[in-house]
């Protein structure tokens, strides 16, 4: 939810107007709460057991990756501006980028 709020926030700013669409992946075997709220792409995690617990969920992400990419090849419209930015959840957006 973070992660929206920020962007949404940047989005706001001098320049944000050229973010056009934010979508989370989510590598889960079934929704959560967030996916109500935030713009989301479930991708079938190749570990579901990671859902409740397992020892490295992260291995789960890259396929989900691909998943998107895949999704996007039947419904290009899944992405909604020129050019496509990926970002880890590690990040935080200061401003537009530039």
């Known amino acids: 939810m973070e992660r929206y709020q920020t962007y949404k926030m940047v989005q706001r700013q001098p320049g944000g107007e050229r973010l056009t669409g934010f979508t989370r992946i989510l590598h889960s075997t079934v929704p959560d709460v967030l996916m109500d709220e935030i713009p989301t792409f479930l991708a079938y995690p190749i ?8 020892d490295y969920p992260a291995a789960n992400r890259p396929p989900a990756i691909k998943a998107f990419f895949d999704a996007v090849r039947q419904n290009e419209s899944m992405i909604q501006g020129a050019w ?5 959840t590690d990040y935080v957006w200061m401003q537009p980028m530039q």
Not at 47 to 54: H, L, V
Not at 84 to 88: G, R
């Open 47 to 54: 570990r579901p057991e990671c859902d409740t617990w397992c």
């Open 84 to 88: 496509v930015l990926m970002l880890e």
